[in-house]
Nanobody, 122 residues
Framework: QVQLVESGGGLVQAGGSLRLSCAAS????????MGWFRQASGKEREFVAEIRWSGSTISYADFVKGRFTVSRDNAKNMVYLQMNSLKLEDTAVYYCAAGRRIIMNKWEPDYWGQGTQVTVSS
């Protein structure tokens, strides 16, 4: 049982930056792959980034490479998503996720946060 609570969302201008935080409770995140998904209005939920146990194995969706950085602090039970050079199309609800299952080299989260809204304006 892992509870995840996101924070840091809000309104930001295009080209600006925002840092999302995810606080975990119930279990230490040290044994979980952690990451982020997002869902824009009218669209399907999509993968954004993941960071595996060592912190050195990190994956990003192509549309955020070079702009977003995922990190984790196991001692604080926190996960972060630093978002730079934000675009209008980054507007979405961002969800923190946790899970240990990797099937066919694909991470399958088991726990989800409630989401935090990120809105990018012109």
């Amino acid at each position: 049982q892992v509870q995840l609570v996101e924070s840091g969302g809000g309104l930001v201008q295009a080209g600006g930056s925002l840092r999302l935080s995810c606080a975990a409770s119930g279990r230490t995140i040290s044994t979980y792959v952690m990451g982020w998904f997002r869902q824009a209005s009218g669209k399907e939920r999509e993968f954004v980034a993941e960071i595996r146990w060592s912190g050195s194995t990190i994956s990003y969706a192509d549309f955020v490479k070079g702009r977003f950085t995922v990190s984790r602090d196991n001692a604080k039970n926190m996960v972060y998503l630093q978002m730079n050079s934000l675009k209008l199309e980054d507007t979405a609800v961002y969800y923190c996720a946790a899970g240990r299952r990797i099937i066919m080299n694909k991470w399958e989260p088991d726990y989800w946060g409630q989401g935090t809204q990120v809105t990018v304006s012109s």
